[in-house]
């Protein structure tokens, strides 16, 4: 295919690479901080993170100029729609990411990604509301992603001294985390099997649970009961998924398989920020596994992705 054909089917979902590297350099950037690790590979992970989201964010500048019908055509379809906000929750992590380097950088592109958050949940709400060709079926666990990213806010929001601006994130992320949670459910009981190709965004299950712990911890100041509701919530549907686990064997890959990134990291983060109060062996060794499990799965991802790349199975028509 020509470089201008692949350009206009650059899809939107390229931004959930973003959000696992991110993931991944936030939870190294944590086990440094707890375990004392005598490598420092966050500072080289947060460059190459911020580094893919501009080369990302180019090229999907450039589609939007030179393809507007192609991205329109993503904006009105039930399931690409969702993808759209993860290009500011990539601004929102990077914002996470950068606080222990720099203060100063963190706090633009925390303000920018809440800012432009708020406009594609609000966006996004509005079209599941004023609907007039979605179906049950098209619901699927990746419309969980406008709302992970309000309850991202409130984790750089206290560092930045914005705590009623955080709760109010975390307010919108919770309730409608509960909401969508019902409808995945009831879909995926009553309903036929979801496509192959979005079978890995079952993972995206256990991201608003581990990273509304995460941000809820920020916001009570420590660890409280509401707080361990959400913790063994995450726990659960990790146990619940990697049980499940020749449901995902043999999937055909696609750049959806990203959507087992950025959950593991979360749950990985929560892991150990859960072992920082606690001081138990339960808890480092839970912390160690998903650290583990997470490296594995990037290090997957990024070969998968990097040969699908060349053999041009991306940026195709679907």
């Known amino acids: 295919m020509s470089k201008q054909s692949r350009l206009e089917f650059f899809p939107v979902s390229f931004f959930s690479i973003v959000m696992g590297l991110a993931g991944f350099t936030i939870a190294l950037e944590k086990a440094e901080e707890i375990f004392a690790l005598p490598l420092r590979f966050s500072g080289m992970m947060l460059a190459v993170t911020a580094a893919v989201f501009v080369v990302l964010a180019a090229a999907y ?7 507007r019908a192609a991205v329109v055509k993503e904006l009105n379809h039930p399931i690409k729609l969702s993808f759209f906000p993860a290009f500011s ?7 996470i990411a950068l606080l222990p ?48 990213g309000n309850i991202l806010v409130p984790i750089g929001g ?19 985390w509960l909401v969508l949670l019902t409808i995945i459910f009831y879909r995926v009981i009553f309903h036929p099997a979801l496509p192959e190709k979005l079978v890995p965004t079952f993972f995206i299950l256990i991201a608003p649970p ?12 420590g ?16 146990i619940l998924l990697l049980s499940l686990y020749r449901k995902f064997m043999g999937i055909r890959f696609f750049l959806s398989w990203w959507a087992y ?15 920082k109060q606690q001081q138990t ?31 041009g199975q991306i940026c195709v028509e679907d």
């Open 281 to 311: 062996g339960f808890y480092l060794a839970l912390s160690g596994v998903m650290l583990a499990l997470l490296t594995l799965i990037i290090a997957v991802l990024v070969v998968k992705t990097l040969a699908a790349l060349r053999r």
């Open 223 to 238: 660890l409280d009961s509401f707080g361990r509701f959400l913790f063994y919530t995450a726990l659960f549907f990790t």
């Open 210 to 221: 581990a990273v509304g712990f995460i941000s809820y911890f920020k916001l009570a100041g």
């Open 261 to 275: 990134s950025f959950p593991v990291a979360a749950f990985a983060i929560a892991s150990m920020v859960m072992y």
């Open 89 to 95: 929750i990539s601004l929102i992590l990077l914002s």
């Open 61 to 67: 500048g450039a589609k939007l100029i030179r393809f």
């Open 158 to 176: 206290i560092a930045h001294g914005y705590a009623e601006v955080s709760w109010f994130f975390f307010s919108v992320g919770v309730l409608f």
């Open 101 to 148: 380097f720099s203060m100063p950088a963190s706090f633009p592109l925390w303000a920018i990604g809440t800012a432009i958050h708020l406009g594609f949940t609000l966006f996004v709400l509005s079209r599941w509301i004023n609907h007039t060709t979605f179906d049950i079926q098209h619901s699927n666990p990746s419309w969980f992603i406008p709302m992970v």
